[in-house]
T-cell receptor
Framework: AQTVTQSQPEMSVQEAETVTLSCTYD???????LFWYKQPPSRQMILVIR??????QNATENRFSVNFQKAAKSFSLKISDSQLGDAAMYFC????????????FGAGTILRVKS | GAVVSQHPSWVICKSGTSVKIECRSL??????MFWYRQFPKQSLMLMAT?????????EQGVEKDKFLINHASLTLSTLTVTSAHPEDSSFYIC??????????????FGPGTRLTVL
């Protein structure tokens, strides 16, 4: 079974600075998807960024980018120019490309942004 | 974008009663929906996969007689917590996958339902 590990329960960043959230995963599959979701205090889950495993190029969405290391099974999220609105719980998630749409979530990282 | 709604957004009930939570895909059809449970500051725990027109698939350790799931139409799945007890108090979230491009589905999440059992 696939597992997703987020080893940082909490992180803090100064406004306008850069922060990196870590995620590692374990799978025997070669084709899959990885995601970062944001859950703000409203608790609505918001997709931040996705990465398809067959793509070598790291995904980027505005201030959010990932460092995808397939061999190391590592998928970190970098947030540049942090804003107060980035404060939230961030979840790393895995989805097999073969076995339906089920998501496997990591434990989450609480990100605090200081002004 | 695609929207998934949940109703109610919060509910308080007495111990021993049953509570029904609805999950609707508002602008797309979903043959599959997922139900999660989340405790404060913890991750989402998948409870079950709701399948339109057939029985739900429950994750290991989830009591199917306790958490009844019905996926009666392509836009509606319901989760009924039967004979609720205080330990069932939690935040329940549903999600539904929607095809956004060929061979790729994206999960859209409902806003969640906070259940408090007194």
């Amino acid at each position: 079974a696939q597992t997703v590990t987020q080893s940082q329960p909490e992180m803090s960043v100064q406004e306008a600075e850069t922060v990196t959230l870590s995620c590692t995963y374990d799978t025997s599959e070669s084709d899959y998807y990885l995601f970062w979701y944001k859950q703000p205090p409203s608790r609505q889950m918001i997709l931040v960024i996705r990465q398809e495993a067959y793509k070598q190029q790291n995904a980027t969405e505005n201030r959010f980018s990932v460092n995808f290391q397939k061999a190391a099974k590592s998928f970190s999220l970098k947030i540049s120019d942090s804003q107060l609105g980035d404060a939230a719980m961030y979840f790393c998630a895995y989805r097999s490309s073969l076995y339906g749409n089920k998501l496997v979530f990591g434990a989450g990282t609480i990100l605090r942004v200081k002004s | 974008g695609a929207v998934v709604s949940q109703h109610p957004s919060w509910v308080i009930c007495k111990s021993g009663t049953s509570v029904k939570i609805e999950c609707r895909s508002l602008d797309f059809q979903a043959t599959t929906m997922f139900w999660y449970r989340q405790f404060p500051k913890q991750s989402l725990m998948l409870m079950a996969t709701s399948n339109e027109g057939s029985k739900a698939t429950y994750e290991q350790g989830v009591e199917k007689d306790k958490f009844l799931i019905n996926h009666a139409s392509l836009t509606l799945s319901t989760l009924t917590v039967t004979s609720a007890h205080p330990e069932d108090s939690s935040f329940y979230i549903c999600s539904a996958p929607r095809t956004v491009r060929s061979s790729y589905n994206e999960q859209f999440f409902g806003p969640g339902t906070r259940l408090t059992v007194l």
